[in-house]
Nanobody, 119 residues
């Protein structure tokens, strides 16, 4: 079992930046991959960015070039640096951890943190 503790999020103006962080604890095999999904009101949850322990990443086209995912394996932490934020980035952002990058089986989820981008 994995526990995920998120931090960051908040309110920012369009064009601004925010950083989200998430720290995992528990069975390390279950967080070989860590990253972020988001869900806006009325929308399905969507993948934002994922990073494996070995350094592979998967980043959504909608945020590519603006968001950067990074991992600190020694601290079991994943961070999402979000730059050039747009109002359409407004959503609840969920940290996730799972064994595999390309397969969401056995995924664990954080409680979610709100990101609001004002125009």
């Amino acid at each position: 079992q994995v526990q995920l503790v998120e931090s960051g999020g908040g309110l920012v103006q369009a064009g601004g930046s925010l950083t989200l962080s998430c720290t995992a604890s528990g069975s390390s095999w279950h967080f070989n991959t860590m990253g972020w999904y988001r869900q806006a009101p009325g929308n399905q949850r969507e993948m934002v960015a994922l990073g494996s322990r070995g350094g592979s990443t998967n980043v959504a086209d909608t945020v590519k070039g603006r968001f950067t995912i990074s991992r600190d394996n020694a601290r079991n932490t994943v961070s999402l640096q979000m730059n050039s934020l747009k109002p359409e980035d407004t959503a609840v952002y969920y940290c996730t951890a799972r064994p595999w990058l390309q397969n969401d089986a056995l995924a664990s989820w954080g409680q979610g943190t709100q990101v609001t981008v004002s125009s």
